[in-house]
């Protein structure tokens, strides 16, 4: 991959206080949202901040949100740090990947069984119903071995092979593609100041 091939990774931070919105949510926990542009050479590129409710069902268009404010047409890739950010606040990628018009990829850390018995754990009702709804709408997750770490991750626009070369090319070193390396530092940052 060429070294100025740019991808925006989306990453979050909570560190568990309520939010002094004006915005009739005042009280109700926020998780920061950051967003890095960063080139498969490791360059940093740019960055923007938004926020989703903790719980909440508004992290799709959170994400959404970010990518439009980075108004970036050279932004080839979408990296998402997991599938369920602010406690499974589910992203839908195919909302996401319509919205953005390029490949779309969420990638996770750890093994994981899926998420439904930690939905069915947490919500019921209509809460549960539509977080069942998206998340099973969801590509299904695969696995790939980067730099001797297992990454979990899901993908639209890209196939395996593609995520294969992708995840790799911004994964220089260890075990987390830069762009979501530095997405998360930089929302862990933001979050401190609030």
Known sequence: MKSGVRALGIAESYRGEADGA???RRGRPRSTLAGAVVRADRALDGLAFGSCMVGGRDATEAVCGLFSTLDREDVRYVLLAGIAPAWYNVLDLERIHGHVSRPVCSVSFESSP??????????SGEALDRRLATYERQPPRRRTAVNGHDLYWRALGLDEREVEELLPAFTPEGGRPEPLRVARIAARAADALR
């Open 114 to 123: 899926g998420l439904e018995d930690a939905l069915r754990r947490e919500f």
């Open 22 to 24: 004006s915005d009739g």
